[in-house]
């Protein structure tokens, strides 16, 4: 557990991230055939958080014991898990590996609760395969629709695409603007029905677009995921 010179310390003399991993110690020298963990970096700052989220992937990995971890924060089930179930009200709504889950939930209670995502109401045409949002038009594959009908599409913010490209179909005015370090984060406003997304974009030394401006817009359309008014379900048909 990487804490041996701190062997001879009363538990009140360890930081958080010591007792922690005390506990962990615990409930493996009885070589359980199943861990539990629920919650457990719950107490701890964001620091400790990051530093005990990989000392138990490493030992998890180490001893080979089935762990089922309980926890509400989804970045940490991503970094820790093979498989995560996304339970709504005790009823599983989805099981897969993080990358299932994240690119392609299965309903869109699934797709708020892990990561965020922007909902937009549109139209499909299934004569010819298209999405349509105002003017905006591209093309969908592997959709289980097979008639005309209006959809709701869920864009990760980080799958717009935005410029200053006056001919684009697709526009906004950006709202606000949050710096972030590695990323920015943009509120725009749709101009073609009035609807706030969020944007995020790499960030950059000398960025040209400010509060205020009329911005085009695409989308990554081989990364959204479409889902009927009706049953919320996922119409995006599994590879």
Do not use: C, W
Request: glycine fraction near 6%; aromatic fraction near 6%.
């Amino acid at each position: 557990m990487q804490i041996y010179e701190y062997r001879d310390r009363k538990p009140e003399q360890l930081s958080g991230g010591q007792q922690q991993r005390v506990a962990l110690a615990r409930a493996l020298v009885i070589k359980p055939d199943v861990l539990l963990m629920d919650e457990p970096l719950s107490n701890l700052d964001a620091k400790l958080r990051l530093e005990m989220r990989q000392v138990i992937r490493d030992i998890q990995k180490e001893v080979g014991i089935t762990t089922v971890y309980v926890t509400h924060d989804q970045e940490e089930a991503m970094a820790i898990s093979d498989r995560i179930a996304v339970m709504e009200d005790g009823i599983i709504q989805h099981v897969g590996t993080p990358q299932e889950i994240y690119h392609r939930p299965s309903n869109m209670f699934v797709a708020t609760f892990i990561g965020r995502t922007n909902f937009i109401k549109g139209q499909y045409r299934a004569s010819e395969k298209m999405v349509e949002l105002g003017e905006y038009r591209f093309a969908i594959e592997n959709i289980s629709l097979e008639k005309d009908s209006p959809v709701i599409l869920s864009v990760r913010p980080e799958d717009f695409i935005m410029g200053k490209d006056s001919d684009a179909p697709l526009k906004g005015i950006i709202k606000d603007s949050f710096f972030l370090g590695l990323n920015t984060h943009q509120l725009v406003e749709l101009s073609h029905n009035k609807q706030l997304v969020e944007i995020i974009s790499e960030s950059s030394l000398d960025n040209p677009l400010v509060v205020g401006e009329e911005v085009s817009l695409s989308i990554k359309s081989h990364k959204i995921n479409l889902y009927s008014e009706d049953s919320k379900e996922n119409l995006i048909k599994k590879a």
